[in-house]
């Protein structure tokens, strides 16, 4: 069964309660959501008896200073955790993609080296985009609709895929995940200039009066051509 952990309740300026921070427990995993504004998040996690080795994903939720700079301190100890062969497998923080620079810069600034350096090592500032689906080892049994977008998944070898999917649908059964859609693609398969081209096509018919039929088609092919030119920014 899974359990809620309420670290704490408080706004930006409380002096009496920490600030504002949860996670759930799924049997002995922790997802965390946030860590408040200061090192006191150590204190708390020691007293309620949480061990850091259990916290594998955070999420946190905007920029502000009793949100963000307790995942500094969160960052500081799991690395050093990691350096000490305390620490199994890696961290994976989640957040809005403006946001991954800003904790980067502020690990950089405040942090020794060898700590700083485990991200992108073992300690990984994963970007998501608003209405996305992630599903983590254990989700339970579900079934959603997808639409056309970006794909990211971890191999059984620790690699990270990216690919272009199309219309369809997620299947999480039993602990395994099945991806049914007309169409994946990934970078290297993905044609640049046909898929500018189409973004611009689609983008020219939609400034056109036209019925909701084909404006729907047409919302449908820019999707799916910025879909396309977004998994091949890197290559």
């Known amino acids: ?5 309420v670290f704490g309740t408080g706004n930006a300026q409380a002096v009496h309660c920490y600030n504002t921070c949860f996670a759930l427990k799924d049997e002995d995993e922790f997802f965390m959501v946030d860590a408040g ?8 996690l020691e007293e309620m008896n949480v061990d850091l080795s259990h916290i594998h994903h955070i999420f946190v939720t905007h920029e502000h200073t009793d949100h963000i700079l307790g995942i500094v301190w969160m960052i500081r100890m799991i690395a050093a ?11 994976q923080i989640y957040c809005h993609p403006d946001l991954t620079e800003t904790i980067s810069t502020l690990c950089r600034l405040t942090l020794q080296g060898k700590f700083y350096n485990m991200i992108g090592e073992r300690i990984f500032l994963v970007p998501v985009e608003d209405g996305e689906k992630a599903f983590l080892a254990h989700h339970a049994n579900v079934i959603v609709a997808i639409v056309p977008g970006e794909l990211r998944y971890e191999d059984a070898d620790g690699n990270k895929v990216v690919a272009a999917v199309s219309n369809g649908f997620v299947e999480m059964i039993n602990n395994r995940a099945k991806l049914f859609c007309l169409s994946v693609e990934r970078p290297e398969e993905i044609d640049i200039r046909r898929a ?32 396309r030119l977004r998994v091949t920014k890197n290559l």
């Open 1 to 5: 069964m899974e359990k809620l952990y």
């Open 37 to 44: 504004g200061g090192n006191g998040i150590l204190k708390i």
């Open 81 to 91: 955790a990691m350096k000490k062969d305390a620490y199994r497998g890696q961290l």
């Open 196 to 227: 500018q081209e189409a973004k611009e096509r689609a983008e020219e018919q939609l400034r056109q009066k036209q019925s909701i039929q084909e404006y729907h088609m047409n919302q449908l092919a820019l999707a799916r051509a910025m879909t």
